[in-house]
């Protein structure tokens, strides 16, 4: 069966379409919008992209929470832990939470205390 609508069928109708509503065939033409229509315009524009801006913000915040939570995995349970750049490293510790900080602190500190240890023996 043939596909009745393919882009060039679609851009043909297109065409005819745009003919049929050219100059004083449109309705609109000459008018304009009323100031009440223009504030309803605006009223549901304001509430799509508030909408659209929420939706943004929890898929952000998700995505946080899994990159969060797979590097501080990484940071725990394996021997290194790495970042792109310097900015991603930033970032990283931008988006932890405090007990986040906390729980990386006690991980690392007797690491850390360890590689002052070698150090100070090899330098005396």
Do not use: C
């Not at 725990?76 to 931008?94: C, G, H, V, W």
């Amino acid at each position: 069966m043939e596909n009745k609508y393919t882009i060039q069928n679609y851009d043909s109708m297109r065409q005819k379409q745009s003919i049929k509503k050219k100059g004083a065939l449109n309705p609109m033409y000459g008018g304009r919008h009323s100031a009440k229509t223009k504030q309803k315009i605006s009223n549901s524009q304001k509430i799509r992209w508030n909408n659209i801006r929420q939706a943004i913000e929890q898929v952000s915040e998700e995505t946080n929470d899994k990159a969060r939570q797979d590097l501080i995995d990484q940071a725990l349970y394996s021997d290194t832990i790495s970042f792109k750049d310097e900015q991603q490293a930033r970032n990283f510790f931008k988006i932890m939470s405090q007990s986040d900080k906390e729980l990386l602190a006690k991980y690392l500190e007797p690491i850390v205390n360890s590689f002052v240890r070698e150090y100070l023996q090899h330098v005396q």
